[in-house]
């Protein structure tokens, strides 16, 4: 069904994407060039290299594993490559806990947000990708359908029986153990033997120094207030400016050397990660692609012809975003939460135009840029749902106001 003609929005589909994509490393030439675009980087931090989530909705883990491995760089610890499987398999476990106590009425699918990273790497630590994989079923990528399936049939046992007993924990722990691996109580790494809390401490990352900042009318400015998406099931709270301070925000973080955690919308048709650019034109249409979430996008596979733009994304005028379209994108359900991905870096265009430098977890086959695309300011204005900064990252007169 076809959505009708959006021009101040300027909030149309967009293609979609496959979860597999192509590239190089992650380090652009110092000019890059697609489909008419000629990209010069003007400020590029270092990251770890892309990686796949493959066939699993856990965006959420990998760019924020991304984020702080970034963030052990800036910090000079070296490069790290932290298992996201882990805080995966762990997140299960709670989302199940949580699945009970509301009765059945749970968010039991794979999505969550960056806040729930930090949950788990608070409480349960973290372990290398060496020491931990979660590929346990033969299968050179990640692919969680089965696993899904069974924790959507597990989940409804003790509801139905109003108790979790010690053997439905057993049974938990096994279908996680099969298909992730059994989590390691202990390991050795670099020379040193750890447990998952020892190591995540030895790492120096305080979550506490990590806030989660939107941009939405629908709760006062400078409080914090709920995001009401199906991800945020733990109901993670995150402090609210308004649209221009956001982006003030992530561009005083990226030019003091700050990486920054991203959340928005991918689903529309201007946004390509084939051809490596998402921006919002000026007028455009929508077109007949189905309605968004991040399932829909995770069911959009390589063979998929849904996956492209009907025509590569060109240079040319872009739509003014206020803060009332962004609202009104939100309030009408066209921008949703789709996707987590990782901003390090700001590139200039041709025409002057500033793009943030994004990092995906889609791998890096079929990507003009080797797993990275970018995303044009109007479309960041109008898609973002939140950004994870550093408190440090904040421009002192911002963060004064928000009593941080």
Known sequence: MKKPFIILVCIGLMSSVTLAQRGKNNKPETKSETEGFVFTPVVDLKATPVKNQASTGTCWCF??????ESELLRKGKGEYDLSEMFIVRNNYIDR???????????????GSLSHDFFRQFSEEGIVPEEVYSGLNYGSPTHNHGELQAFINAVAEVPVKRKKESDQ???????????????????????GATYTPVSFAQSLGINPADYVEITSFTHFPFYTQ?????????????????????????????????????????????????????????????????????????????PGNSQAMPPEPPKPGPEAGISQEIRQEGYESFVTTDDHLMHVTGIVKDQNGVKYYKTKNSWGTDRNTFGGYLNMSESFVRAKTMFIMVHKDAIPPAIRTKLGL
Do not use: C
């Open 63 to 68: 760019a924020t594993t991304s984020f702080v």
């Open 225 to 301: 207030g709920l995001l009401e998406v199906p991800d945020n099931w733990t109901m993670g709270r995150f402090y609210n400016v308004p649209l221009d301070e956001l982006i003030e925000i992530m561009d005083y973080s990226l030019n003091n050397g700050y990486t920054v955690n991203w959340d928005g919308d991918v689903s529309e048709r201007n946004f390509s990660h084939t051809n490596g650019v998402a921006l919002i034109p000026e007028i455009q249409q929508s077109a007949g692609l189905p309605t968004t979430d991040r399932a829909r996008l995770e069911r959009m596979g």
């Open 96 to 110: 199940l806990k949580d699945n009970y106590l509301r009765q059945g009425n749970g968010n039991l699918g794979p």
């Open 168 to 190: 439905y924990r057993q049974i938990v722990n096994s279908i996680l153990d099969i298909y992730l691996g059994k989590a390691p109580e202990t390991f050795s790494y670099r």
